[in-house]
């Protein structure tokens, strides 16, 4: 299957410094990519859909000034956590879509782990 | 909200087919159904998807009833590896709005020696 490729896998930073998470499309363009957070025992939530070329659409209760998301080209989708808290700390995970013809199935990456002290 | 049903858990013996069940009654015409699995702290795999004919892939195979409203994750011969968070979940690719994959809660499959 399609490869979807994040950057670091772990990172743990001081409370109120920023993080930048990258996803990358490794061997296939993506205009849309979602970025997800997942708190331990919980399911996956969808914070936001990252356009190439364009805003992000964000989720209700995302804050987009917290969560800046930048999707410069079309293998390469940036999360960035500004001015990180202990409540941050989560495992986020992106995703890809192929295409959309024949139903166009999301990729994922491995996750990062945030961890803010 | 998520759009499907799932139990919360199912246990399976090593070596025996494992039917993961998933009511989506109120699917649309244009919604596919995806299947997903989680291992522990990795991000989600896919298995497989369909509109509404059977599927069949290396991984596993997914019956869809001819009124849409379920379907079945079938895994021919469960190993332990296949101990995972199975996520069933329906969405439109070529809607903006509906063709994101939102995640409910999933079954647990414990697959047992």
């Known amino acids: 299957g399609a490869v979807v490729s994040q950057h670091p896998s772990r990172v743990i930073c001081k409370s109120g410094t920023s993080v930048k998470i990258e996803c990358r499309s490794l061997?296939?363009?993506?205009?849309?990519m979602f970025w997800y957070r997942q708190f331990p025992k919980q399911s996956l939530m969808l914070m936001a859909t990252s356009n190439e070329g364009s805003k992000a659409t964000y989720e209700q209760g995302v804050e987009k000034d917290k969560f800046l998301i930048n999707h410069a080209s079309l293998t390469l989708s940036t999360l960035t956590v500004t001015s990180a808290h202990p409540e941050d700390s989560s495992f986020y995970i992106c995703?890809?879509?192929?295409?959309?013809?024949?139903?166009?199935?999301?990729?994922f990456g491995e996750g990062s782990r945030l961890t803010v002290l | 909200d998520a759009k499907t049903t799932q139990p919360p858990s199912m246990d399976c013996a090593e070596g025996r087919a494992a039917n993961l069940p998933c009511n989506h009654s109120t699917i649309s015409g244009n919604e596919y159904v995806y299947w997903y699995r989680q291992i522990h702290s990795q991000g989600p795999q896919y298995i497989i998807h369909g509109l509404k004919n059977n599927e069949t892939n290396e991984m596993a195979s997914l019956i869809i009833t001819e009124d849409r409203k379920s379907s079945t994750l079938i895994l021919p011969h469960a190993t332990l590896r296949d101990t995972a968070v199975y996520y069933c979940?329906?969405?439109?690719?070529?809607?903006?709005?509906?063709?994101?994959?939102?995640f409910g809660q999933g079954t647990t499959l414990q697959v047992k020696p």
């Open positions: 995703s890809a879509r192929v295409t959309v013809k024949r139903g166009g199935e999301l990729f």
């Open positions: 979940i329906v969405s439109d690719p070529g809607s903006s709005n509906t063709g994101k994959l939102i």
């Open positions: 061997d296939f363009q993506a205009t849309t």
